[in-house]
C-alpha cells in the first residue's frame, strides 16, 4: 500500500520510491520517532499505523484525512 500511495503522490514517477525509505516515506505513527518524522514531512502526508480505530484522536474523524 506504501507504495502504490508514494506513486500516487509523485504522479507514478517511481523514482522517490526507489530514493526515500519507506520509514521516511510513511513512518509509524505509534512510534515518537516515526510521529515526529511524519509532522515534519510536507503534505500530502503519507502516515503507516497498525493503531486500532478507537485509539485514533477524535479530530481524527473530523479531518480531510483519507484513510
Not at 519507506?22 to 511524519?38: D, I, Q
Not at 510536507?42 to 480505530?53: F, N
Request: hydrophobic content about 40%; proline content about 9%; glycine content about 6%.
Amino acid at each position: 500500500m506504501l507504495e502504490i500511495l508514494s506513486l500516487i503522490r509523485q504522479d507514478g514517477d517511481p523514482q522517490w520510491c526507489r530514493s526515500v525509505p519507506n520509514w521516511e516515506r510513511g513512518p509509524w505513527l505509534e512510534t515518537l520517532l516515526g510521529y515526529r518524522r511524519a509532522r515534519g514531512n510536507a503534505r500530502p502526508r503519507i502516515i503507516s499505523s497498525h493503531l486500532p480505530v478507537h485509539l485514533f484522536p477524535k479530530a481524527f474523524f473530523t479531518s480531510k484525512a483519507k484513510v
